[in-house]
């Protein structure tokens, strides 16, 4: 993954032409992604189109295709292979594309595409809702605005240089109502991440507005740099990594502690285990697990040989020290929620390629009944790319908690690889292969193993 920066902000505070500067100088690429709404608001005024009418325009929308495209990391807008990167620049455009930004289908339809530019190039994105929606994992985000009336002031100067007849009074109205629009729709309301830095540019030229938000850039990205380095002091090596860069000390603790946890469960529940024979006998797999409570990554790891690894979701590392302590020695690592974390997804890889086991819930959430609910596709990408032998895992026990003395079972079912499906890309195709599979074998586990409860 790039470096992204989030550039969010209303209208006319200059967003557009300063971080188009400002990636020039950084050699990032410059997304702007209020082109790509008033493309979609050019189409519709094109066919006639009622801009206010939700289901009339959701309804055309498979009809658009929009691509970005980047000659010289300058970007142009093609609109069902025409360009009109200078055809939406109008004020009429600009009012229409307010309109259509409103409607959520809209908004949903061009998500992907926003999120593929981000994925692979290092940029800076500008809108409304990149910070808080489109990106919500960007390493930047700044939130650039400057008053109503400075911002009038250069946008009718900018309308002047280019014939057009607007008056000030106009523009000002237009942008009042436009930042209200954008600010009070239902989906995705023009608004500040908690993480955002503000920048007002209303007693800034813009030389020294580019320079500020360039220096923000600098100075995230260095902290962002150093933040990674210092998790790695905190965890110098894996806690559960064998070899020859093991750290006795966290080798014992993560055992000890896996032992001790086991001894608490022995007391605690009744476990049973069924089909350990399947475990694969060396490291680098992948145990998928249906997910029934916070004991599920112990029980899971007890029969397996050799270091183990898992995912818990970012915010059990930073409550209680202890705890986040435990989870560490017990070899969590954090994802975060929501938003495809690519860097937990890498890490997942990078963990099996070393010979570690790594589990997977596969549903995202914890099951309260027991049913296995739906396959995401984190799983099955992290299966496409790692081709390792995939072990579904079911836990079942009675109720919708575990209680003292419950009886659980934890059945382990025989291992595939995405291969042997024929899953062997990232392909929709591929990781649709994978995910049925694992939704058919956790279903069987559990049907199989309920029913000796
Ligand atoms: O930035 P701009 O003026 O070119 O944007 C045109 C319209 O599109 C604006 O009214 C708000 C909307 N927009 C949006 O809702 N979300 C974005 N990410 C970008 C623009």
């Known amino acids: 993954m790039g470096i992204n920066v989030a550039l969010d902000g209303p209208s006319g505070a200059g967003k557009s032409s300063i971080a188009k500067k400002a990636a020039a100088s950084l050699g990032y690429i410059y997304v702007d992604t209020g082109a790509i709404y008033r493309s979609v608001a050019l189409f519709m005024l094109r066919n006639n189109v009622d801009i206010k009418n939700k289901e009339e325009v959701s309804a055309k929308l498979s009809e658009i295709d929009v691509k970005l495209e ?26 229409a594309a307010s309109a259509v930004s409103a409607i959520p289908e809209v908004r949903t339809f061009l998500l992907d595409l926003q999120r593929n530019i981000a994925r692979e190039n290092n940029i800076i994105m500008d809108g409304r809702d990149i910070g808080t929606v489109v990106l919500p994992n960007a390493q930047v985000k700044i939130f650039l605005t400057a008053s109503a009336e400075e911002r009038a002031k250069r946008r009718f100067k900018e309308l002047q240089e280019k014939g057009d007849k607007s ?20 989906t995705a309301p023009l608004k500040q991440a908690e993480d955002a830095v503000l920048v007002d540019t209303s007693d800034m030229d813009f030389d020294r507005s580019v320079e500020k938000i360039i220096s923000v850039i600098k100075e995230k990205t260095a902290e962002e740099k150093l933040q990674k380095k210092k998790e790695h002091e905190l965890m110098p090596i894996d806690p559960v990594e064998p070899g020859k860069n093991v750290n006795c000390f966290l080798w014992i603790v993560h055992q000890l502690f896996r032992f001790l946890v ?12 069924v089909g350990t024979e399947n475990c694969p006998k060396g490291g680098g797999n992948m145990y998928v697990c249906t997910h029934r409570s916070y004991a599920d990554p ?6 397996v040989r050799g270091p183990f690894r898992f995912m818990a979701k970012e915010e059990l590392f930073k409550g209680n020290i202890f705890f986040k302590w435990l989870i560490i020695a017990l070899g969590a690592f954090p994802i ?3 938003n495809g974390d690519t860097e937990a997804i890498e890490k997942s890889i990078r963990t099996m390629k070393k010979g570690r086991n790594f589990l997977i819930f596969p549903e995202g959430t914890r099951s309260r009944d027991g049913k296995v609910g739906k396959i995401r596709s984190g799983a099955a990408l992290i299966g496409a790319v790692s081709q390792t032998n995939i072990v579904p895992v079911a836990i079942c026990f009675e109720g919708r908690k575990l209680k003292f003395r419950s ?14 499906l024929g899953a062997d890309s990232t392909s929709p195709r591929c990781l649709k292969l994978i995910k049925n599979k694992i939704s058919q074998e956790l279903n069987n586990l559990v049907n199989e193993n309920v029913k000796k409860l």
């Open 298 to 303: 112990v029980l899971v790891s007890i029969p």
């Open 70 to 95: 980047y000659k010289d990391k300058t970007q142009v807008v093609v609109l069902n292979g025409e360009d009109v990167s200078e055809l939406i620049r109008t004020p009429e455009i600009s009012m």
């Open 336 to 338: 975060k929620r929501g």
């Open 262 to 273: 086991w001894i608490a469960y022995k007391i605690w529940y009744k476990v049973e285990y």
């Open 407 to 420: 009886r659980i079972i934890v059945a382990f079912g025989k291992s595939f690889t995405p291969a042997e």
């Open 167 to 186: 008056t000030y009074e106009e523009v000002l109205k237009d942008i009042i109502q436009r930042d209200y629009n954008d600010a009070h729709r239902e």
